[in-house]
């Protein structure tokens, strides 16, 4: 099952890195020519729209950043977490679009840059929490709605796709498990 799980995670992160991404030169640019992908040009202060992948090869040279909006960082986490908090056990708030992989690149980039930059670390320690507060709220409120019977589109709204799968599996593992206690008569 974990397995599963990890690869259809993997999969979504896939999906997420081909999916668009919002940028915003920082410099002008020529147009560049990769193996049947061309971007570009580019124009300081223009906003464009490419795929995840090349958005983040664009900021790494410089080229580019990210649109404001798009970018995860411990204030927005913070937001998040309090969201979480002060909701009751059945709602689950709709987090950003693509939240999860933004997440684990933010939490890779804080660890990475927190080996020569005390600043960093501090960040780091504080995004730590609030994901693990996030993840840990969200948790509980899947288990209590993956316990109960059968659940509405309407209610399943606002789950992530990673969300879904951990609730999917939680679902039939209780409901296997509940239909094993209800109508085992004491038999063999």
């Not at 992908?37 to 950043?65: D, M, N, Q, R």
């Not at 909006?69 to 909701?87: C, F, G, H, N, P």
Request: aromatic share 8%; glycine share 8%.
């Amino acid at each position: 099952m974990a397995r599963g799980v990890s690869a259809r995670i993997e999969s979504l992160d896939f999906i997420f890195e081909n999916s668009p991404a919002r940028i915003v030169a920082s410099r002008n640019a020529p147009e560049i020519k990769l193996a049947g992908l061309s971007v570009g040009p580019f124009e300081e202060g223009t906003g464009y729209e490419v795929c995840y992948w090349v958005a983040a090869e664009l900021a790494k040279s410089g080229i580019a950043h990210f649109h404001a909006e798009d970018v995860l960082d411990a204030s927005k986490l913070s937001k998040i977490q309090w969201t979480e908090r002060v909701q009751t056990a059945g709602q689950i708030s709709k987090l950003p679009e693509g939240f999860y992989p933004k997440l684990r690149r933010y939490i890779a980039q804080l660890r990475e840059g927190m080996a020569n930059n005390p600043e960093k670390m501090r960040e780091y320690e504080r995004a730590d929490q609030l994901t693990r507060d996030i993840v840990n709220s969200r948790l509980k409120k899947i288990v209590s709605i993956a316990s109960a019977p059968a659940q509405t589109e309407g209610t399943l709204r606002n789950l992530t796709g990673e969300e879904r799968l951990i609730y999917e599996q939680l679902f039939k593992i209780i409901n296997g498990w509940r239909t094993q206690i209800l109508n085992n008569k004491g038999g063999t």
